[in-house]
C-alpha cells in the first residue's frame, strides 16, 4: 500500500470515528443515564432548546424528581458506546438510537429502540407473562393485548372488569420491569417486540424511563416502591369489614341497621353512608355537598355520637366536581376567591364535618382527572385528616389513584361492577395485576354493584367468602338490602335501585327466602377478624418491603411455571391459599398446590404440592389452604376491631414434619 493510501485510509477511518449528533425525529436530543440502584438504571432522552436539555415534568408518582448525578448524558456518539449503572452495563447505538441492558452476568435485561421518526419505542418482552399495568383491562398476562390505557369506568369493559387505574409498570416474569415515567401512552403487547406510544399531541419527547433487572420477584416490588413509595399504613379498623348504605328511610333505620350487627354479634367496624345525587336520599343534601341532609342526620352530632357509641367508624361519601386538583392542604387558601381546583380550599370543606365526628371519607368518580390530579386528590385525603388529629392514620376509599397512590395508604375499589359469575372471576386476576402494580389494599363491591337476574344468595355468599380475603373487605351496590349480611332472609329487597343500566334486575322472590346466607357471612366474618394479627403482619410487610397482601403465586414460585401462570388463586400474605369458588353450583374446585406440602385449613389433611387437585366444596367452604411450616397467630373473635375480649392470642402450628 503506497504511503497516499495509507493517509487516505487514516482519514477515513478518522471520520468515521467522529462524533455525530444523536437525533430523535430528525432533531438533536441529549441522552442521560442514570443509576437509581445496582438494579434500576434511568434512561432519559430529552429535545435540546437552545442547547439546553428540556426539562422532564414531574406528575408526582416519583417519590423524588432529583436521583442524583447522572452516569452520563450525552448530545453526540461516535458508535455503539458501553455505559455502566450499577450491576448494569447499557450498550448505545445511535443509528436508530438503541439500548441494549445487560446484567452482571452478561444476562440480556431489555432491549429498547427509538423509532426515528419519534413516534415510539419498542422493547423486549422476553419469555414468559407479564404483568402489571395497574387495575383492570385484559387479564391476566398482559402479553397479545393492546392497552389505550384510559382511565376510569369508561376504560375497559366496566360490567366484568371494573374501573381502570392504568399504571406505566410493567414486569417481565423472565427478569426485566419498566416504569414509564413520560410521556403517558398506550401499549402494544401484541408482537414479538412490545411497542409503546404516546398519548395526545405532545410526542415521545421528553422520554423517561425507569429499567429494573431482576429475577427475583421480590427484588422487582422492592425497586418499584423504590421509585414510586412504599404503601402507608392503614388504621386497623380499616381491616375490620365495613357495611355500605344507599337510599335511606330515616334516622331510625340508620340507627336500626347500627344496632342489629350489634345484636346480631355480626362483626362490623365501619358504615358507610352515600350521598344524596346518587341515592334519593343519601347523608347529605346533594351531589357534592357537605350539608347533612336532615331527614336522616337532623341532628349530627348526636347521630354520629350514637353510632361511636356502638364502637362503629363512620365513613362518608364525597364527590369533587373539578376535573383538576392541585396544590396540597397546607398552601394557603384564599377565602376571598374559594378556588375548587386548590386542594386546601376543597379540603376545608371537610373539617368542620370532621369535627363533628366524620371518621374517614369515601371520594367517588374523578375519571377526568389527569394522573397529576388523581395523586393530589389521594394525597390530601391522607394529609388532610392529619392536619387535625396527627395522630391518627386517616383512611379514604377511592376509585381512582395513579402510581405512587401506595404512599398515601389509599385503598381503590373496582368501581360499578355487574353482579354477574364472570365478574367475579375476573376479579382475581385483577386484584392480582393491582397488588403487582404497588397497590396492596383493595378490593370491591361485595356481590357487585348493579344488580342481576344472576345476583342470587348464592352469588352474594361466594363473592363475600373472596372479598373476606381481599384487603378491603365492603359490601355495596344498588338493592342495597340485599348487600346486609341478614338481608337475604327478609322476604323483600328494599329500596329497589336497578335504575336506567342495561341488563338489570331485582333478584326474584324465591331467592329472598334464604336461611344460609346470613350464618355462612357469619363464618367468614368471624375468620377476617380471628386472621387480623396475620393479616396485619401482611400489611406491614407491604409497608416495608412493597409486596402486596394479595400475591400472584409468581411472587413466591418463580420456577414453577404453573405458578407463574396461575390467575384463579392467590397466596394471602405468605402463607394461607385461596382458591375462591367462582361457578354457579360448584360441588367441587380445581386447585393448584404449589412445590411443597400444603395442609387443608379446614381438614388439617396434608397434600403434597406440584399438582392440581380437585378439593369437594359445598356453598360454605371457600377452599384455603396453608403451607407446611409457618406458625400462625389467631386472635379472639371480636365484634369490632378495637374491642377488648378476655380471650387469648392462639398459634396454631402446621408441621413441615
Not at 426485566?176 to 409503546?196: K, M, S
Amino acid at each position: 500500500m503506497t504511503r497516499r493510501e495509507l493517509l487516505q485510509l487514516a482519514l477515513t477511518s478518522a471520520a468515521a470515528a467522529a462524533p455525530l449528533p444523536v437525533l430523535v425525529g430528525g432533531k438533536p436530543v441529549e441522552v442521560i443515564l442514570s443509576s437509581v440502584g445496582k438494579q434500576t438504571t434511568r434512561l432519559s432522552i430529552v429535545p435540546l432548546q437552545n442547547g439546553q436539555p428540556a426539562a422532564i415534568r414531574y406528575d408526582g408518582s416519583l417519590v423524588r424528581e432529583d436521583w442524583g448525578a447522572p452516569v452520563s448524558s450525552f448530545q453526540t456518539l461516535a458508535g455503539t458506546e458501553r455505559f455502566h449503572s450499577g450491576d448494569l452495563t447499557v450498550e448505545v447505538t445511535p443509528d436508530p438510537l438503541s439500548f441494549h441492558i445487560q446484567s452482571k452476568d452478561g444476562r440480556l435485561v431489555q432491549h429498547l429502540h427509538i423509532d426515528p421518526a419519534g413516534g415510539w419505542f419498542m422493547f423486549a418482552l422476553g419469555a414468559g407473562p407479564v404483568y402489571g399495568l395497574g387495575e383492570g383491562g385484559p387479564q391476566f398476562d398482559r402479553r397479545g393485548s393492546a392497552d389505550a390505557m384510559i382511565n376510569g369506568q369508561g376504560g375497559y369493559r366496566l360490567h366484568t372488569h371494573g374501573g381502570r387505574v392504568p399504571i406505566p409498570w410493567l414486569i417481565g416474569t423472565s427478569g426485566w420491569a419498566i416504569f414509564v415515567h413520560q410521556p403517558y401512552g398506550r401499549f402494544d403487547l401484541r408482537g414479538q417486540e412490545g411497542r409503546f406510544e404516546p398519548s395526545g399531541a405532545a410526542g415521545l419527547l421528553p422520554l423517561d424511563l425507569f429499567v429494573v433487572a431482576a429475577r427475583e420477584p421480590a427484588e422487582v416490588m422492592v425497586e418499584y416502591a423504590r421509585l414510586t413509595g412504599f404503601p402507608e399504613m392503614p388504621p386497623m379498623w380499616a381491616l375490620g369489614y365495613q357495611q355500605s348504605h344507599r337510599t335511606l328511610a330515616s334516622r331510625e333505620e340508620v340507627i336500626s341497621i347500627a344496632d342489629t350487627f350489634r345484636e346480631k354479634k355480626l362483626p362490623c367496624d365501619a358504615l358507610i353512608y352515600l350521598g344524596t345525587g346518587f341515592c334519593p336520599s343519601g347523608w347529605n343534601t346533594a351531589n357534592g355537598a357537605f350539608a347533612f341532609n336532615p331527614a336522616v342526620f337532623g341532628n349530627p352530632s348526636e347521630v354520629l355520637g350514637g353510632l361511636h357509641a356502638r364502637n362503629f367508624r363512620v365513613v362518608l361519601h364525597a364527590v369533587i366536581l373539578a376535573d383538576r386538583l392541585s396544590g396540597t392542604v397546607r398552601d394557603p387558601c384564599e377565602l376571598s376567591r374559594f378556588d375548587e381546583q386548590q386542594a386546601s380550599c376543597y379540603w376545608d370543606m371537610h373539617r368542620k364535618l370532621a369535627a363533628l365526628g366524620v371518621d374517614a371519607w369515601w371520594p367517588d368518580e374523578g375519571d377526568p382527572m389527569d394522573a397529576a390530579s388523581r395523586l393530589v386528590r389521594n394525597r390530601m385525603y391522607w394529609e388532610g385528616p392529619q392536619l387535625d388529629r396527627p395522630n391518627e392514620r386517616p383512611y379514604a376509599l377511592h376509585r381512582n389513584g395513579y402510581a405512587g397512590m401506595q404512599r398515601f395508604a389509599s385503598f381503590l375499589w373496582s368501581g360499578d361492577v355487574y353482579s354477574t359469575w364472570e365478574t367475579l372471576r375476573t376479579h382475581i386476576p385483577i386484584a392480582l395485576n393491582t397488588g403487582l402494580t404497588g397497590i396492596p389494599y383493595w378490593g370491591t363491591d361485595t356481590g357487585g354493584f348493579v344488580p342481576t337476574r344472576e345476583l342470587t344468595g348464592e352469588l352474594y355468599v361466594r363473592w363475600f367468602q373472596f372479598s373476606a380475603f381481599c384487603p378491603l373487605f365492603r359490601s355495596h351496590g344498588r338493592t342495597w338490602k340485599l348487600r346486609l349480611p341478614w338481608g337475604w332472609n327478609t322476604g323483600e329487597t328494599g329500596p329497589s335501585e336497578i335504575g336506567n343500566y342495561p341488563g338489570v334486575a331485582d333478584p326474584g322472590p324465591e331467592e329472598l327466602h334464604n336461611s344460609q346466607v346470613e350464618p355462612i357471612c357469619r363464618k367468614y366474618l368471624e375468620l377476617r377478624y380471628r386472621l387480623l394479627p396475620y393479616l396485619y403482619t401482611a400489611v406491614r410487610e407491604a409497608h416495608d418491603t412493597g409486596m402486596p397482601v394479595m400475591r400472584a403465586l409468581w411472587l413466591h414460585y418463580p420456577e414453577d411455571p404453573k405458578s407463574v401462570a396461575a390467575e384463579d388463586q392467590y397466596l394471602w400474605g405468605r402463607h394461607i391459599l385461596v382458591a375462591p369458588v367462582t361457578e354457579m353450583g360448584a360441588t367441587s374446585r380445581k386447585v393448584y398446590l404449589p412445590p411443597g406440602s400444603w395442609y387443608d385449613f379446614w381438614t388439617d389433611e396434608k397434600l403434597e404440592g406440584g399438582r392440581e387437585i380437585t378439593r369437594a366444596v359445598d356453598l360454605e367452604t371457600l377452599p384455603l389452604y396453608v403451607r407446611a411450616g409457618p406458625i400462625l397467630p389467631f386472635g379472639p373473635v371480636k365484634q369490632f376491631t378495637g374491642e377488648k375480649v378476655d380471650e387469648p392470642l392462639s398459634l396454631r402450628i402446621w408441621r413441615e414434619g
